[in-house]
């Protein structure tokens, strides 16, 4: 697929980034618009100079699509703030990117005939009383507590999503997302794994909330990157779930870490946080049927990877741990 145009909201963040880098090397025009809340110039910096991308620094809610006058083959929405400490620090802005946020990239993909994604997250299911979760699995979400501007913002996404497929027979796409990590994450980003590596790194202690024995699974990037082209390439309108579904508690993840890095650390176990998930695994059959898609990369290989890019980049001021995902 080459000289197609394609819009990206979200497009400077640790995902749109690797999104935009896929669609730029096979050819394509790309417009990346990013309000910089939770996303970094630096993860687009090298393709600034390419004439094939384009950044615009704007959000999503106050955008005028009247001012849009391109016709895009394929518009992503991807922006949002995606960890814990940024959601509870944003609450209204992520309400209203994934609601009101939604609607403008829908209304931008009706006026073009564009084919459409939304990022949706594993976080629907909420604190799941199945497991592994599957598609069909309505979930057990708390609607009132602080992470509900996350779960009902995405929850609210999907279901516009699908009003806009069925009324106006837009050609969306909804894909789940489970725990992904790699490089470009922002290590102060109060995400698991950039905490434990930020912590071994400056020879702190890893903190634990809970017992440790909660689990998640975690998804390379460039497997993530490689579901999501392969979802653009199929007709079919309802969510699917892209992660990892290989479970790890959260004490083994420290484990492998440390053993990775070669630095041993205390534990600190603090208070379980509120709502946080127990366990999360993805039951992936559908990506398998539809996509003939599923993850390569072993953990251990991706935290090397994810390692190597940390110890490359500067480490920032203590900050924001809270939030485990
Ligand atoms: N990383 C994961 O493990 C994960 C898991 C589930 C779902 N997701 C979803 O994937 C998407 C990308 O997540 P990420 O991990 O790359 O997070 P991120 O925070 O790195 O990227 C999100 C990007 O959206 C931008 N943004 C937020 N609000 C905006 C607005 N109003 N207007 C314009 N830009 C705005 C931010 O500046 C940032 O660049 C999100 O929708 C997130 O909910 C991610």
Redesign the pocket.
Known sequence: MRNKLILI?????????HLCDYYVSEGNNVWC????????IS?IEHLLKEQKFKFIE??????DINSIKEHFDMVF???????PP?YFR?PL??L???SL?TEKMLEIARKCNAKFL??????VYGDPLVSPQKEDYWGNVNPVGPRSV?DEG?RYGEAIVMAYHRKYRVDTRII??????GE???LD?G?VIPNFISQLLQGNPLTIYGDGRQTRSF?YISD?INGIVKMMEIDFHFPVNL?NPEEFTILQLAELLQKITGKKAIIQFLPALEDDPKQRRPDISRAKQLLNWQPVVQLEEGLRKTLKYFQSIPIPSPGADKGV?
């Open positions: 909201s979200g497009g400077a963040g640790f995902i749109g980034s618009i990013d309000n910089l809340c939770t996303g970094r993860n704007a959000d999503i809610i106050s955008l929405h991807l922006a949002s703030p995606a960890s940024d944003l802005e992520t209203k990117v994934n946020g939304f990022s949706s997250t594993s976080e996350y995405k789940r997302i489970f725990n992904t990590y470009r994450m922002r980003d995400r998804c993530l992660g995902k």
